[in-house]
């Protein structure tokens, strides 16, 4: 460890070390607020202006994070944030919490991750210690950050800079888990990037698991969701085998439950939605071309979870079809619009896939979502959701489909109230002529 | 329900019921040691005259038993077993616990069940209870049990029998959960039928889950095991990328196993083995045909787990080719034949798919088991184990494999002595150049 690297050591131990954060969304600023909570002094880095101004005035808008926290920590000067990313030269430490989207061809996009990199080492100063949270592709931290910030500083890897890749594990509406106290993977490229990742992370994380390199790193979250994914694929595929041999695939799931060792309960639904599922396994996939190798589960699961927005489609018109309707014409209502129950996140949801299908058929769609109060689909149709869950809004609708199973809403009311449901979220319990499930 | 299922009923009831159980193998001999130690009668009916009479000696030949228990119930006269099959006309309920291989072509044996439900129908009184234990496909028990049954007894479903599917949930070795207290799910065909098998299962077994019907609870088990064989095969694969990639999967699978949710570690190993996993999904796979529907997710995951016997024997192959060695002719030794650790069990164990692999390029084989003195091969390959794990018999290989992590083996006394280890087992835990893993 040379004597630069023993000084931001010090530093981050006497917590005396400014700490930035690159990116304040659903990752981002949790994490700043839990540094600042624990007297470490963060800078927020932000494109969005007005999400910077809204920091700084103590005006949270993520749903992670307690009332009240956000503004103290802005209010005792602990976290500030700002949109001139040359105040990264006042930091010792630099965490990157930047999107890393897949194209429409499902090719990772590392432009966000690419730019972060272009910026700090445009600014950094020597005796910088680095760490990346975005989820990505096993080798990114060592073959893609480390040249471009190696070129842009002119500055040497583990002389005057460490890199460190450790996942975000964040969940989304998680009662229990939340960033302090979920167990952080931490994965240095090197012994001393490694001693400061720990160093760093233990000032504000209830409990760190190192690793030997980033690559273990990068790929352990990788491995995590595409187990979700996976998994989720499967009981989808079963699902829609389970139809047709009149088999309820909730029963079966309820039963498989029992026991006691050796199986963990997966739902089906209309598809995979949110920030990560749909996307990690597919970095990971990418990469794997790389050394001539095809990753045949993730490819079949990929498969079942983009035909589901189709077969979901499918569905609904076939429910219609014993009303003697057809799609063409009929008023749809649906119910719900994020992508899992009580968050106000739509990003990669099915719900919003299976309208699409719905009203390329000419159907008349409206939505209720009390979280969403507007959503744009992947071809560009707008809806707005309603203002409120009426009886006449659901005994309007030819058919009322359950696309996201939030917790506000009356099974009994929408049952009561509706000509036809489709409900793909089994958030309707009672047995019912016009309950069409998944 | 009729008055002989009330008669039934009682006598279930009283625990004056005889409890006829089919096959006295590894599921079948604890149910009936379970049954009889509640003080239920319990007639055992075995093709095997050697297994019948070791029984009848008290004579315990199943892993799972505790010592004393089955000679307990057979001093006290609870359980005794037969080959004479026309005995099944003095039990009130049957519970069949027969195999239910594949045959070469991975299409469904049916015929231990339908021989089983012959000799039933041939034998049984009027008002018998049967209950079918062994996996297989959703409507089995519906449509391939109930007409063979109906045509042999000449009796009527629903009037002078009833039906019943109810898995067993066996795990060879397990500590904790055995046949008594792993909540098992009931099936019955019909109310009536559900009602008995509660009642009679209720008799020995602590929890019970009953579901709306048999083909939902035939259902149940095959989830449970198709969602094995899918991580399973999730996992080998990424084992195979993180070969490529520099990474330890083993390293990468203890570092997720810190996510407190939404994660279950699955291993990697050069296959999957035992009588349940390699089997079940495959039976749903059967059945999904005559729905025209392709799984495509146990389609994929068989494939891959088809291939890992020919990836390991390649793995082995390189291993040698860095001392500048061929397989053929060289000396190598398998460690451990059974298909998991500490059992006595090598059913579709991997480890003998590996050694046929490697044997049929000429290298010079032998293994070591402590429980499998004896193997014969997929291909008809017979070895007989070394009586003991010596230093020579480790010095004189070329290559030592490790098929099974027994707990017996003595990882730094392997390592000192062997020239050559491929551990596809992560059973040695020191870094040493003498060690590849998968």
Redesign the interface.
């Known amino acids: 460890m040379n004597s630069a690297a023993q000084k931001l050591l010090e530093k981050l131990e006497k917590r005396e070390a400014v700490i930035g954060i690159l990116g304040l969304g659903y990752v981002g600023l949790p994490l700043a607020v839990v540094f600042a909570r624990k007297n470490v002094r963060v800078i927020g880095f932000e494109k969005s202006g007005k999400k910077a101004k809204a920091v700084n005035d103590g005006k949270n808008y993520i749903g992670d994070i307690k009332p009240g926290e956000l503004e103290a920590v802005t209010a005792d000067g602990m976290l500030r944030a700002t949109t001139d990313f040359s105040e990264i030269g006042k930091c010792d430490a630099v965490i990157i919490c930047v999107p890393t989207p897949l194209d429409k061809f499902k090719k990772p996009d590392m432009s966000y991750i690419e730019s972060a990199c272009a910026e700090i080492g445009k600014y950094m100063k020597s005796g910088t210690f680095i760490s990346l949270e975005s989820t990505t592709y096993?080798?990114t931290t060592e073959n893609l950050m480390r040249p471009i910030i190696e070129r842009e500083s002119g500055m040497k890897l583990d002389e005057d800079f460490w890199l460190c890749f450790s996942a975000e594990?964040v969940?989304p509406g998680?009662k229990?888990?939340h960033t302090e106290n979920?167990?952080k993977?931490v994965g240095g490229l090197g012994e001393t990037a490694q001693k400061l990742g720990m160093a760093m992370y233990g000032l504000a994380i209830t409990?760190l698991?190192p690793?030997?390199?980033p690559?273990?790193?990068e790929?352990?979250k990788i491995?995590?969701n595409?187990?979700?994914l996976?998994?989720i694929?499967?009981?989808n595929?079963?699902a829609?085998?389970?139809g047709?041999?009149?088999?309820?695939i909730w029963?079966?799931?309820e039963?498989?439950k029992?026991?006691?060792?050796?199986?963990?309960a997966f739902y089906p639904g209309p598809g995979i939605g949110g920030h990560c599922i749909p996307l990690d396994p597919f970095y990971?996939e990418y990469?794997?071309k790389n050394?001539n190798?095809d990753?045949?589960?993730i490819?079949?699961?990929g498969?079942?979870n983009n035909q589901m927005p189709h077969r979901m489609a499918v569905k609904i018109s076939f429910a219609l079809n014993k009303h003697k309707k057809p799609l063409n014409g009929s008023k749809i209502l649906f119910l719900g619009a994020a992508y899992k129950p009580d968050i106000d996140d739509d990003r990669e949801s099915p719900a919003l896939l299976v309208i699409d299908e719905i009203a390329k058929k000419q159907a008349d769609i409206s939505y209720y979502d009390p979280f969403i109060p507007k959503i744009v689909t992947e071809h560009g149709r707008e809806y707005t959701s309603l203002p409120m869950l009426t009886e006449e809004a659901l005994a309007d609708a030819d058919c009322v489909v359950i696309t996201t199973n939030h917790g506000v809403f009356d099974a009994d009311f929408i049952v009561e109230h509706s000509r036809l449901i489709v409900d793909l979220r089994n958030a309707i319990k009672v047995k019912s002529p016009k309950v069409f499930k998944l």
Chains 1, 2 share one sequence.
């Open positions: 096993p080798t594990r969940d998680n229990n888990y979920t167990p993977v409990t698991h690793v030997s390199s690559r273990v790193s790929m352990v491995l995590e595409t187990y979700r996976v998994n694929s499967l009981v595929e079963l829609l085998l389970c047709k041999m009149d088999i309820s029963e079966v799931i039963a498989a029992t026991k006691p060792y050796g199986f963990q990971l990469i794997a050394y190798f990753l045949t589960m490819n079949t699961a498969n079942i």
